[in-house]
């Protein structure tokens, strides 16, 4: 704890987890740099359903976020209460040039 209050964590990810068929809860792992995993027990229906944005954009990002439980001597962070969304990363459109503009005018 931190001050009275347990830390919160979220974590960007861009490589598309595993489905798994059964069970309600499944347990989602996040492999990052430094050997740091983050792993989080999320509903299997959430998982689903934002899989299934993953495959409807053609490119996005995910977020995992949720309070620390522990943290591993290993490296291994685990998350409860874990929240996923996945959101679609929008093309950025160049800026005009300065000298475009002034010569329009």
């Known amino acids: 704890m931190i001050q009275g209050r ?5 974590i960007k990810f861009s ?4 489905l798994p068929t059964e069970g309600k ?3 989602l792992e996040i492999q990052g740099e430094n ?3 983050v792993k989080a027990e999320v509903n299997r229906k959430t ?6 944005k993953m495959d409807e954009y053609e490119d996005w990002v995910g977020a995992l976020s949720g ?5 591993s001597p290993d490296g ?14 929008k093309k ?12 329009a005018a």
Request: proline content about 8%; cysteine-free; aromatic content about 2%.
């Open 6 to 10: 347990i830390p919160e964590i979220t």
């Open 67 to 71: 309070k620390i439980k522990s943290i």
């Open 35 to 37: 050997n740091v995993t």
């Open 47 to 52: 998982l689903k359903k934002q899989v299934a």
């Open 92 to 103: 950025k459109e160049p800026k005009p040039d300065a000298e475009s503009e002034s010569t």
């Open 76 to 89: 291994v962070v685990e998350v409860e209460g874990a929240g996923l969304q996945v959101f679609e990363k």
């Open 25 to 27: 809860k499944v347990t």
């Open 15 to 18: 490589d598309k987890p595993d």
